[in-house]
C-alpha cells in the first residue's frame, strides 16, 4: 500500500505502526493525545503518538526502520516528511497508580489500532488535569467522554482512589454543559 | 544506603533532594554536592525518560519533580522516606534542610 507520508493522517499511522510491530510480535499500545484524536474524529489534533511498549527499544527501532523512521533520541522517533513524531514512553501501562487491565482494537484498512479504551483514554487525560491542573487536559478528556460511551463509574471510582473526587466532580460539571 | 540498589550515588542524591524540597535542578543539587553539573544532568535525563520524574522549565531553569503520575511512586516514596530517616543528622541539614521561604529581592542578609 502506497502511503503519501505529507497527508497521512493520525489514526493510519497508528494503524501502521501497531500493525508492523504486531508483525514483528512487539506488544505496543497507543496512549495519550493520539487517542484523544483517534475518539474525537481530529475534534483534538495531536501530532505525537506516544506507545507504551515491554520490548526493547533497540528492536522497535529495527522495526520502525521498515517504515522510514529515525530513531532520534532514546526515545523518539521521526520520519521525513511525515508530520507527526513517535515516542515510546517507559511502561507499564498504567493510569497513575492502576495497571489498565483492558485494550481496544479498531480495525482500519492499514492495520490495527492496539489502544486505551475510551473510559481509559478519558481517565488518562484527567490525570494530567488532576495532578498539574492543566485545562486543555480537562478539555480533552470531556471530548472523549462526549464523542464514546465511557463508563462514568468507572472514572468516579479512579478518581475517588487517586484522590480527585472534587476535581472529578469538575469534571462532570464541564461534561453536562 | 541505596546506592547499591540504584546503580549509582547521585540517584539517590537527586531523590532526597526531590522529596525534601518537592523539586530539584541540575545546576542547584551540584552547588549543594559540590560535584560536575553534567553527572546530575544524565541522571536526571535517565529518571525523565523512565517517566518516574517530570520537568519544566521556568525562565531558563528546568525543574524536575517525581511524576505523580509514576505507576510506582507511593512505593518509591515510601522507601526513600523510610532510607531518609537513617541519614545522619549532620548530613540532614547539611544537603536536605536549606532554606526553601521566600526572601523578598534586595533584602539584606
Known sequence: ?177 | MLESLFGNPVIEKIFFTVLAYNECYALGLAKTFDEPVNKFQQQLKRLEEGGIIVSRLVGRTRIYTFNPRYAFLKELKALISTAYEFIPEAEKERFYIKRTRPRRAGKPL
Open chain 1, 1 to 177: 500500500m502506497r502511503v503519501d507520508w505529507k497527508k497521512i493522517k493520525i489514526r493510519e499511522l497508528a494503524a501502521l505502526v501497531c500493525q508492523k510491530l504486531d508483525e514483528n510480535d512487539i506488544d505496543a499500545v497507543l496512549v495519550g493525545g493520539a487517542c484523544v484524536s483517534i475518539y474525537t474524529k481530529n475534534e483534538y489534533v495531536s501530532y505525537d503518538l506516544d506507545f507504551v511498549s515491554h520490548s526493547r527499544l533497540k528492536d522497535i527501532s529495527e522495526v520502525l526502520k521498515d517504515l522510514g523512521f529515525k530513531r532520534e533520541s532514546s526515545r523518539h522517533f521521526v520520519r521525513a516528511e511525515c508530520p507527526y513524531f513517535i515516542e515510546f514512553v517507559a511502561p507499564p501501562l498504567s493510569i497513575g497508580s492502576e495497571r489498565v487491565k483492558e485494550e481496544e482494537k479498531i480495525k482500519t484498512r492499514f492495520g490495527r489500532i492496539t489502544l486505551l479504551t475510551p473510559t481509559d483514554s478519558a481517565k488518562d487525560r484527567l490525570a494530567a488535569y488532576y495532578h498539574w491542573n492543566d485545562p486543555q487536559a480537562l478539555e480533552q478528556a470531556v471530548m472523549v467522554a462526549k464523542a464514546q460511551k465511557v463508563n462514568l463509574r468507572d472514572i468516579k471510582r479512579w478518581s475517588v482512589a487517586e484522590g480527585h473526587k472534587e476535581k472529578y466532580e469538575a469534571f462532570l460539571k464541564r461534561l453536562k454543559i
